[in-house]
């Protein structure tokens, strides 16, 4: 049970971080849209997915709570106060996304709250247009930077590097798939741009957490301190782990098919 609740948490912590950073990151390129037109196809792009998308926030935060709750506490405890802050602004940029189409003058206004939530809510992710080999670029550039200092401050998560350079194979994958990404620009592709996106996304996660196994809370709180009794594991597994996790996957696969493609030019969200 220990092991089905950790690798849930991981599953929703990265479609999450994925998913919902897909639409985070249009809500931040939207300032940049050159006229109302771009701004309606942008929305459009997103609108029958990213209220879905937040649904894994949701679920990992429910796993969190009824499975390691030690965790839980302490994080809750730690970054309250931020975490207040993202979950208003989740709220505002929803909230704002549904008005601006109704508000008429102010749609001004909602736009600002659409974009200001998803700068505070999200870390930069997801679609970037025009945009993207830039900050491509100063994505890797960031990572090269944070990997120097953390050989230059002897971090203790280093050691686990240097003890298993196997571990060096998911970073590469996602160079791998950077430079898979820049010829797919080039060549005006539609589709392996978002999977390669989806490819450094999960390598960087991947390369996060087998840095820290298998610690929950880094160098501090381990999964076997943190994991609840194993009747309350085996009470959550035969009703979210059988019935909730699975038809919340089900439903998120079948949404991205039935809405695939590129946006119709014509259509609007209403």
């Known amino acids: 049970m220990i092991t089905f609740w950790t690798c849930a948490l991981g599953l929703t912590l990265l479609l999450y971080v994925t998913l919902d950073g897909f639409d985070l990151g249009v809500g931040i390129l939207f300032p940049l849209a050159p006229d109302e037109t771009a701004r309606r196809h942008m929305l459009a792009a997103i609108s029958p997915v990213w209220d879905g998308n937040e649904t894994w926030l949701v679920i990992a935060a429910s796993i969190l709570f009824g499975a390691f709750p030690l965790v839980y506490a302490t994080l809750l405890s730690a970054f309250y106060l931020p975490l207040m802050v993202m979950l208003a602004a989740l709220i505002l940029r929803g909230v704002a996304f549904e008005f601006r189409y109704k508000s008429g003058s102010l749609r001004v206004l909602w736009d600002i709250g659409f974009a200001g939530g998803s700068i505070i809510a999200g870390f930069v992710q997801g679609t970037a247009f025009r945009l993207l080999p830039r900050l491509t670029v100063a994505v890797l550039a960031f990572l090269a930077v944070a ?5 230059a401050l002897d971090l203790p998560v280093m050691h686990r590097w240097l003890d298993e350079p196997v571990l060096a194979l998911f970073p590469l994958i996602g160079v791998v798939a950077c430079a898979i990404l ?3 620009i080039r060549r005006r592709q539609s589709l392996m741009p978002f999977l390669c996106g989806l490819a450094i996304f999960a390598a960087a996660f991947a ?3 087998v840095s820290f196994y298998p610690y929950m809370v880094p160098f501090s709180i381990t999964i076997a301190d943190a994991v609840s009794p194993a009747e309350s594991l085996s009470f959550m597994f035969w009703g979210a782990g059988i019935f909730v996790l699975p038809i919340t996957l089900i439903y998120t696969f ?3 098919f039935v809405f695939k493609g590129k946006v ?4 609007e969200y209403d």
Not at 147 to 151: E, K
Not at 264 to 267: G, L, V
Request: without cysteine; hydrophobic residues 65%; charged residues 5%.
């Open 147 to 151: 990997f120097v200092s953390a050989l």
């Open 254 to 256: 079948v949404v991205y």
């Open 182 to 184: 820049f010829v797919a």
């Open 264 to 267: 119709d030019p014509t259509a």
């Open 207 to 209: 390369t996060l957490a």
